[in-house]
């Protein structure tokens, strides 16, 4: 399905482009989106993606993926029937799904990325999406967030007299494109289109007479040093806990317009990564693992994972960047507005949705005008903030996660996605008319 959408979004963006005089605009939408898909997006990422990768594999090395797995292997074993419940990808798409819910993108993307290659670690077809896979990827671009901060930071910025309302409806709405995600998914994956091809017969596995370093089981350690471990994993959790009530508790000079539950979220996510920063170190040298050395080494896979995801980002965004250049955006706008009429779909919130699923950045700037031009409390205004915090730019998501493990055969990821973006715009449409009029 991705080669027809990314030749019809190429193809649509030249014969528009010619007919509506902007070829010239859609040469340099091509140019532009080359190089930001490289310079702005790509080697940002390599830092980012090093550090968390890094983080990751002292974790892994140490046991706290494996405890995290276990702990929560009834409800993954239900969305993942196909990973083996001990598996690290279980502990590693927890991961990404807490940093999503609170608001980490930095976080989420490169914990991802990495429970990405764990899920390939057990694909018998490489090149192929497995099961897992496509789940993961739809429960991704359904867009689990706890609380949309960068609507509430645009309507609040714009001068809104309660900016967290769109707190509740984001949850009703993402909550809608989760559950909408799963079911098309889980129905998809049993389509004869989609069924996957029988596995190639695997060769008997070889009995090396040392295993390689890199596949090393975490340390073994005496239980002394185990119960250090523990003691100092439980200091450290008390010391976050403790800072993040003297958080929410510090008076100020300006008092807090936030709910409390808001702010407990928002100083969760700012405390969340200094935490992180120590707790992985810490635990995995009182477990006799080599902390300095494991890290580099997590570093490292890292980086390769990025460069892997250049050529994907490359093809993606040149074509989402020429077919938004190209005016194909307003043309799907026209072409929609009678139907549209009939659903009582505000004709303002057409180009955002249009956008959502191409480009976050395109559609947080539409979101800011829609705000400046009817007003942040605006019932349309409110309607866009909870797309943007209930849905996700889906082919983004696909070109950096599948081409992070060189998947080029997407099956039914992509229309799962796209279903996940639709219900959660009918949702926020719906919610927001029933909770504001």
Not at 153 to 163: F, I, Q, V
Not at 196 to 216: M, N, S, V
Not at 308 to 319: F, N, S
Not at 404 to 409: E, F, L, Q
Request: charged share 15%; net charge positive.
């Amino acid at each position: 399905m991705l080669n027809y959408i990314w030749l019809a979004l190429l193809l649509l963006a030249v014969v528009v482009g010619g007919l509506t005089g902007r070829s010239r605009e859609v040469t340099e939408a091509a140019l532009d989106a080359a190089k930001t898909s490289v310079l702005t997006i790509a080697l940002p990422l390599i830092g980012i993606t090093a550090l968390w990768l890094g983080l990751m594999r002292l974790a892994e090395r140490a046991g706290l993926i494996q405890i995290l797995a276990r702990g929560l292997r009834p409800l993954l074993s239900r969305l993942f029937p196909e990973v083996p419940a001990d598996h690290p990808a279980m502990g590693s798409m927890l991961l990404n799904m807490a940093a999503n819910m609170i608001g980490l993108t930095n976080a989420a993307t490169p914990l991802g990325l990495r429970a990405m290659k764990d899920l390939e670690s057990l694909n018998p077809r490489p090149g192929t999406a497995t099961n897992a896979m496509c789940t993961f990827l739809a429960v991704n671009t359904s867009s689990i967030q706890l609380v949309p901060t960068t609507a509430i930071g645009l309507m609040a910025a714009a001068g809104s007299a309660n900016p967290v309302a769109i707190v509740g409806t984001s949850l009703l709405a993402t909550a809608g494109s989760t559950l909408v995600a799963i079911a098309a998914v889980k129905t998809l994956e049993r389509c004869r289109r989609f069924r996957l091809p029988p596995a190639p017969p695997q060769p008997p596995p070889a009995t090396p007479a040392e295993p390689p370093p890199d596949a090393l089981p975490p340390a073994t350690t005496p239980s002394r040093t185990s119960r250090a471990a523990t003691i100092a994993a439980l200091l450290l959790v008390a010391l976050f806990v403790g800072l993040w009530i003297r958080a929410l508790t510090q008076t100020t000079a300006t008092p807090q317009a936030d709910p409390w539950a808001v702010r407990a979220l928002n100083e969760l996510s700012v405390l969340a990564i200094p935490f992180m920063l120590a707790f992985f170190p810490l635990y995995a040298a009182l477990r006799g693992v080599p902390v300095y050395e494991e890290f580099v080494q997590g570093a490292k896979e890292g980086f390769e994972v990025v460069v892997r995801i250049i050529p994907y980002l490359v093809a993606m965004l040149v074509a989402v960047g020429t077919f938004r250049a190209a005016g194909c955006i307003d043309w799907l706008s026209r072409l929609l507005q009678p139907a549209l009429d009939l659903a009582r779909f505000p004709a303002e919130l057409l180009p955002m949705a249009l956008t959502r699923p191409l480009s976050g950045s395109a559609t947080i700037g539409l979101f800011a005008d829609l705000v400046n031009t009817l007003g942040p409390d605006h019932l349309v205004s409110r309607m866009g903030g909870t797309i943007l915090g209930s849905t996700e730019t889906t082919f983004y998501v696909i070109a950096v996660y599948f081409g992070a493990v060189g998947v080029r055969r997407t099956r039914h990821a992509v229309a799962a996605g796209l279903l996940a973006d639709a219900a959660g715009i009918a949702a926020s449409v719906l919610v927001c008319r029933m909770m504001f009029g």
